[in-house]
């Protein structure tokens, strides 16, 4: 599957900005400080990009769950 497959939802960013594709997930993480790109949370996202990337099939679902979870690991609950 390649970088560019659009994920079947796109994941929305604070401020309005929106992770369409593989590639540009991808591309988010990359632009982290390589300490917060160490966290197990971005490593578990990669981990799923990749996974997705190269095999495709039900990968794509899970890298974006992997996101939102990368993502919303700082959140406090309601």
Known sequence: MP???P???PIG?????RLR????????IMQLSEDEQQEPR???AIEMLIN???TGGGWLI?????MLRALNANRRPR
């Open 62 to 66: 899970f890298a974006r769950i992997g």
């Open 42 to 44: 971005w490593q578990t």
């Open 3 to 5: 970088w560019s497959t």
């Open 7 to 9: 994920f079947d939802d």
């Open 21 to 28: 594709t593989l590639q540009e997930a991808a591309d988010f």
């Open 13 to 17: 960013l604070r401020g309005g900005a």
């Open 52 to 54: 997705a990337a190269e």
